[in-house]
């Protein structure tokens, strides 16, 4: 059994960052947490004025092979079983999985 994680880098669209907050935590953690093998998540929030990306969550992940889950989570995200909100900027976000080392 693999350990990874898996990072998400996100924006709320302009002036909607407490809509997108509280939909991050009330329903898009609990979301992907439900997927088989997605075992934790932490978010953060940017803590110098410049970058790119306003938050990150990560996610950790424990499966003999991380693309089960992550086929998962996209076959969820296509199904519209995971709605993704309009409070966040949905054509700008950076996913990434990786192997602990």
Known sequence: MGTFKLIALSNPVEGKDEEFNAWYADEHVA???AIPGIRHAERFR???EKGKYK???V???EA???NVPLTELRR???SGEIV???SMQQDDVLLGAYATI
């Open 31 to 33: 979301d992907i947490l």
């Open 46 to 48: 940017l803590a110098t």
């Open 55 to 57: 938050y990150l969550a």
């Open 59 to 61: 996610y950790e992940i």
């Open 64 to 66: 003999d092979d991380v």
């Open 76 to 78: 969820r995200l296509r």
């Open 84 to 86: 993704l909100s309009e």
